[in-house]
């Protein structure tokens, strides 16, 4: 401000910050990953959406579009809603909120980006409203974070909570329930041990000391269950299993805070006014577990299984496809496993569906990522979203004929069903 000149704008520093986040990665053995998440109400929205066309650019980072309750709105009416000068809180212009959106999904359909993350919806929950107002997420699980909080992620293997019982499987209440507390208190500890490069991040870890207990597995653990993702029946399992997880995950978190003490910003915040004394301000997030889940050999996270097949090396070191072996166990248990199976599904890309060996029950319960409807994949997320504190991620797998209307329906599904983020697969 004063200065007269014209601000060089998002999609210029992203290009900066990545140039020198490549610099710095070269430098050391870590990870680097950087999110920029842009107000959709910001003056240059379109142009930061342009910015995206050429990917290696910004090959460092991942990209979200803040949608708000206004800019909602003004889609659900077809109105126009206000481009905000930011800082000085001035409306620069207007736009037109349908355009906007469906640039938003061109652009995701595209490239993949950016992310919707309904920054409304955040701050709804935000446990620590006194202490500032959610305007980002961190790059891995778009967990919605105050400036210097960290994202400390755990994922419980679902698969292995399964007990089998005369050819039937159930899942093991109370070793789940074991699982929870332990999660809990080694997440809790991991802050405590953990060494921060500088004292504002140790501060932010203290001050909410917010952890995330998710899953992985969810996919195929209803596969041994016997259960389709894309039903009623589905759902109701993702609601009690992710409703177990955060009661007991949060009386946990409550008998630490006896024995150690509320997190530092415990005074003012939501737990406080309800009388609720918690060790941790957020306990609670579903990552897509991409990396955890790979390690432990299961699915990502609450989605469907990507594929039935998986790739394991050889001696001579080739990558070989294998049917997974839930499926082999489960088509011998069911008497419709025969060797020419497995020859069948690789030729089918990983899938059951059309081959008429697998009875059609099966062929509704061995479902992957790209046979569940959109609809079903965000009805999911919701049901886990209803019972997280931070964010559910399950990005979407999406046909390549999936139309531009389709991807802004499956936005504005989430948004009614109280979703807080939506990403995407291609």
């Known amino acids: 401000p004063g200065t007269d000149r014209m601000a060089s704008g998002p999609a210029f520093f992203m290009k900066v910050f990545d140039h020198a986040t490549k610099n710095l990665k070269n430098a050391t053995k870590r990870r680097w990953a950087n999110r920029i998440v842009l107000r959709v109400d910001h003056p240059d929205v379109l142009d930061f959406l342009s910015g995206r ?26 109105e126009e809603y206000d481009l905000i000068l930011p800082g000085q809180g001035r409306v620069l212009k207007r736009l037109r909120a349908r355009k906007v959106m469906r640039r938003i999904a061109e652009q995701t359909l595209k490239t993949g980006e950016p992310e919707i993350f309904f920054i409304d919806q955040a701050n709804e929950t935000n446990p620590t409203p006194h202490l500032g107002a959610i305007e980002a997420a961190d790059p891995c699980a778009g967990q919605p974070l105050l400036p210097y909080e960290g994202c400390n992620l755990g994922s419980i293997h679902l698969e292995r909570h399964l007990e089998e019982s005369e050819g039937e499987y159930r899942l093991n209440w109370s070793l789940l329930e074991k699982t ?27 001050g909410t000391r917010k952890i995330g207990l998710g899953v992985m597995g969810f996919g195929r653990t ?100 294998h049917v997974l072996d839930c499926v082999v166990e489960i088509a011998k248990r069911e008497g419709f496993w025969r060797e020419d199976l497995r020859y069948s599904i690789i030729e089918n890309n990983g ?6 060996a697998v009875p059609e029950r099966w062929q509704e319960i061995l479902v992957t990522a790209s046979d569940v409807p959109l609809i079903w994949r965000v009805r999911m997320q919701a049901a886990f979203q209803e019972f997280t504190d931070s964010v559910a991620s399950s990005p979407l797998t999406l046909p390549q004929a999936t ?3 389709e991807l802004v329906e499956a936005y504005l599904l989430a948004y009614r069903l109280k979703c807080k983020r939506v990403d995407i697969l291609i």
Request: hydrophobic fraction near 35%; aromatic fraction near 8%.
């Open 222 to 321: 209803l596969f041994m269950l016997g259960i389709p993702y894309h039903t009623e029946k589905g759902i109701e399992v993702a609601r009690a299993v992710m409703g177990f997880i955060q009661d007991v995950g949060h009386d946990e978190s409550s008998r630490l805070a006896e024995r150690k003490g509320v997190y530092a910003g415990w005074e003012g915040s939501q737990h406080a006014k309800r009388g609720k004394r918690m060790r941790n301000a957020c306990i609670t997030a579903v990552a897509s577990s991409e990396t955890l889940s790979a390690f432990a050999r299961t699915s990502t996270g609450c989605e469907p299984e990507s594929s039935l097949i998986r790739y394991a090396r050889s001696r001579r070191g080739v990558f070989r496809p």
């Open 351 to 356: 899938s059951v569906q059309g081959i008429s």
């Open 403 to 405: 139309t531009i209307d």
């Open 180 to 206: 929870v507390r332990t999660s809990v208190r080694f997440l809790d500890s991991v802050i405590d041990v953990n060494s921060f490069p500088i004292s504002s991040t140790e501060i932010g870890f203290e």
């Open 53 to 78: 066309e050429d990917a290696r650019e910004t090959s460092l980072f991942k990209t979200s579009i803040a949608a708000t309750a206004d800019f909602l709105e003004a889609y659900e009416k077809d």
